[in-house]
């Protein structure tokens, strides 16, 4: 007998992170949402789609994400498609532990027995020296890869600007080796002719990957771009459906960096990966919250042949990732990588009761505004 969705919960959480638990008449599945700062409107738009859910089996994933997905007349953007992604990713999980196996098997099977992972070298605030030794510690920690930052903000950047950014990129390969890679995130932060200019100077470095190099806005100007540089461009955590990736799929991307919590959940991240493919782009999923997503990320990244990389921060979070759940040993990283996971469904066990003691009314992380120096507004 199908089992039957009997309810869906939200938790928000500190640091900042939305939890939801679908429970069925004997088995619950748990999901993570993405948008971040806006955790209240994914929570409103949550108890919206479980009006539709409640009563219905649980079993019928790919339904009931075509009816959250495309049954408003307004759809796709950063909330629906978060609110979605949790719901979905618990489903998988509920489907997972029905027939007592992973959720990678439901996706085919798994494709590799590890799964390479990176984690932060710092958030573009520090000096040379002090990425160079952020650099160091992952690479104590098991990392062979690692991605650093631009603190810059948006506008054209001074030949100091420059020179700061090309010395904490070579301090970090000076730390790392050559048989290590690194990559740096722009975050959108620099107008296309800055980025040129960086980009020339930071090829001796050899960076893995330049990550949002371009604001999303202007995925149309991505294949000018990597056609200017020896470094492979990626993008993609600010896409939301594969609607929006194949804007940018066939520019001339090397990487596609989707997020499983903001890009429709596991049923459509597997459709993206599936549509990169065909155009010979890698998969490095996008990570920058909590347990149950990177979970979830992972079993796409078992069950998936153009997956590269996978993002998986350390110490950002302090304790938090222990505090929720009851088996944090699966995201131990050996040798540059993270075991498949065995355990059924998203392969986690969830502390309820700690994520029920946690759990908040008021988001924990507020909008932040930055400006530049002249008081205008600047990017994030």
Known sequence: ???????????MVPPGWTFVRVRTDDIDGWGESGA????????????QLAELLVGKPAHTIEDHWQLMMKGGFYRGGPVLCSAVAAIDEALWDIAGQVHGVPAYDLLGGPVRERMRVYGWAGDGMDSPEEVGEIAAGLVAKGFDAMKTSLSVQRGMLTARDIDVIVACAQAVRDTIGPERDFGIDFHGR??????RR???????????????????????????????TTIPIATGERLH????????????????????????GISEMRRICALAEAYDVRIAPH?????????????????????LVQERDVDWWGGLFE????????????????????GPGLGIVVNENEVRKSAVTEPVRRLERNRQADGSFAEW
């Open 198 to 228: 960086l980009l020339a100077a930071l090829e001796p470095t050899r960076p893995f990957f330049a990550e949002e190099a371009l604001l999303p806005e202007y995925s149309a100007d991505f294949g000018q771009l990597a056609m200017a």
């Open 241 to 264: 459906s594969r609607w929006e990736v194949k804007q940018v799929i066939g520019t001339g991307i090397s990487i596609l960096q989707p997020d499983v919590a903001q890009a429709g």
């Open 287 to 307: 990570h920058a919250i909590g347990p149950i997503a990177l979970a979830a990320s992972l079993q796409l990244c078992f069950a998936t042949p153009n997956m």
């Open 36 to 47: 971040d700062i806006h955790a209240p409107a994914v929570v409103g738009a949550i108890e």
């Open 1 to 11: 007998m199908p089992l039957t969705i009997r309810s869906i919960e939200t938790f």
């Open 323 to 342: 505090r929720y759940i009851e088996n944090p040993e699966i995201f131990a990283i050996t040798d540059g990588h993270v075991a498949r996971p065995p």
């Open 190 to 195: 620099c107008q296309r002719p800055a980025v």
